[in-house]
């Protein structure tokens, strides 16, 4: 992306018809840690990568719960994710205030596309430097939506976002067609094994990475870091098992493979019904 | 002259009473209203009279309304507040109609809704002077709660207002039961609404019967219930009873 003289503000088009502050912020999502997510047709799991500054510090806190039934996921400019988390609780409580019933998924996430449009229509403000994985429940089922700085919205089977997200994304595009009826579990090994990916190599454990969980009868809460171990030591394992070249911790691309595979034969023999 | 310049400082004299835009006593009236959660959904039934005082002063008066596809309403009390209360709804479910996502608002949310709007109006001293009772069926589930002007609100199997609820709830006590059928529930209903006809004095013999299922609200053509005044304690009241009349 190269500097122009249509850039300074939000306000300004460029004669190719872009608006280069709102693509700049979205840049800024791209710079931020991964974070994903992907849904069956009842759960939706949340994961991100957890990079604490030096070993003196505490990790940044990526993923936020909205509320039972509804969680959301950040990358890029957290403190712009703290200030939206709190916008969308206030929304979800006062939904529930005045109706007792929780706040469907998909409203919320217009209200949030709306309030990101205005901050690309009005000359005195910025456009929010943070991408949102907003997962939740609806009368309809189980539903994932990615929100943009730029106001748009989609809704998603399979997400990843933040930096090296497009190695997740690649795992993702291959594994998508048998989340829909994948169990709970099945959910959020696939979740942990797209994390991995972002990670290029480096050793996948719970300390670095952060997984949350929504699903029918199972109100919104982040795994604590005991369990997320277990599971990633009962898929490493698992690809341990299936030959030499599955080594854990080897290049990124002889993995997915072999873990396919080892997850294949594995959910056989699996050591994994802990 | 003298008339006019007095008005206004006494006006301004009163502070918040200033505001002549609240009620404070109720003018056209409707009585009670009664329901009962059946096997298919909620069977409601309202008389058509709207009081003026002790007068009787209208008679088609429709006290019960559908709102949106799920829920309907049953009004005593001030028919205008029932009105405001109608339009207050009616914006609601256009703009829950206007997200044109899969979402509607079925009758528990409408009815904490009303709460909140009950309650509050209550808070600042300016009631919308009605008792609500609101049924509805979505995704299978009935529902039937009721609000009163001053914010109190329940769920139950059968519901009453006013009268209905000294006079209707306790035959409902001993004869409703789960899995009514429509002929049963609405036979329990006439029996309750005649009840009120012969004991209430805001009463007419002009009613209506409203069902409310999955599928959708029917309220029924006004019609009379038949009575029967012979009854020998009728006859000669003063019986029992010496200077009574």
């Known amino acids: ?274 | 002259m003298n008339f006019m310049a007095s008005k206004q400082p006494e006006n301004s004299l009163l502070g918040p009473e200033a505001d002549s835009q609240r009620t404070l006593y109720p003018y056209v009236t409707g009585t009670s209203v009664v329901a009962l959660k059946y096997k298919d959904g909620i069977l409601m039934a309202a008389d058509m009279g709207g009081s003026y005082g002790s007068t009787l002063r209208y008679k088609s008066v429709e006290r019960m309304k559908s709102i949106g596809k799920h829920s309907l309403l049953g009004a005593s009390g001030e028919i205008s507040d029932f009105q405001e209360i109608l339009r207050y709804l009616d914006e609601l479910i256009l703009y829950d109609n206007m997200w044109d996502d899969g979402n509607s608002l079925g009758p528990k949310e409408v009815h904490n809704y009303l709460t909140r709007v009950m309650y509050n109006r209550r808070n600042k001293f300016n009631p919308l002077w009605n008792s609500l009772v609101l049924g509805g069926v979505k995704n299978g589930q009935k529902y039937l709660g009721t609000v009163s002007m001053i914010g109190v609100n329940f769920e139950d199997n059968h519901v009453a207002t006013g009268f209905g609820n000294h006079l209707a709830r306790p035959i409902l006590r001993q004869e409703w039961h789960e899995n009514l059928s429509y002929e049963d529930g609405v036979r329990l209903l006439e029996k309750c609404m005649r009840v009120l006809l012969y004991r209430d004095r805001s009463a007419i013999n002009k009613l209506q019967i409203a069902k409310i299922t999955e599928e959708g609200t029917t309220i029924s053509r006004p019609y009379s219930l038949k009575t029967y005044w012979e009854f020998s304690a009728f006859a000669n009241p003063a019986q029992g009873a010496v200077g009574t009349w």
Not at chain 1, 16 to 45: C, D, N, P, W
Not at chain 1, 172 to 179: A, G, K, T
Not at chain 1, 253 to 271: H, K, L, N, T, W
């Open chain 1, 1 to 274: 992306m190269f500097r122009n003289q249509y850039d300074t503000d939000v306000t300004t088009w460029s004669p190719a018809g872009r608006l280069f502050q709102v693509e700049y912020a979205m840049e800024a999502v791209k710079q931020g840690s991964a974070a994903i997510g992907l849904r069956s047709k009842t759960h939706i799991v949340l994961g991100c990568v957890n990079k604490a500054n030096s070993e003196l510090s505490s990790h940044q806190k990526k993923i936020f719960k909205v509320d039972d039934h509804i969680g959301v996921a950040i990358a890029g400019l957290t403190a712009d994710g703290r200030v939206l988390s709190r916008y969308m609780r206030n929304e979800c409580i006062n939904y529930s205030f005045t109706y007792e019933s929780p706040l469907p998924v998909g409203r919320l996430v217009v209200q949030l596309a709306d309030k990101a449009q205005v901050c690309t229509q009005r000359s005195w403000k910025r456009p929010y430097g943070v991408g949102l994985l907003v997962a939740g429940l609806d009368e309809s089922g189980a539903h994932l939506y990615y929100n943009c700085p730029s106001g748009n919205y989609f809704e998603y089977q399979a997400f990843a976002i933040g930096s090296r997200s497009q190695a997740a994304k690649t795992y993702l595009e291959r594994r998508f067609e048998s989340f829909t009826d994948a169990s709970r579990d099945d959910l959020v090994k696939d979740a942990l094994m797209a994390i991995r990916e972002t990670l290029q190599g480096e050793t996948l454990k719970s300390s670095v990475c952060t997984i949350a969980v929504v699903g029918v009868g199972e109100p919104f809460h982040i795994l604590d870091q005991a369990t997320v171990q277990q599971m990633i030591d009962a898929f490493e394992i698992v690809g341990e098992q299936e030959g030499p070249a599955a080594a854990a911790g080897q290049e990124a691309s002889a993995e997915p493979e072999a873990e396919q595979g080892g997850a294949a034969a594995g959910e056989g023999v699996a050591p994994m019904d802990i």
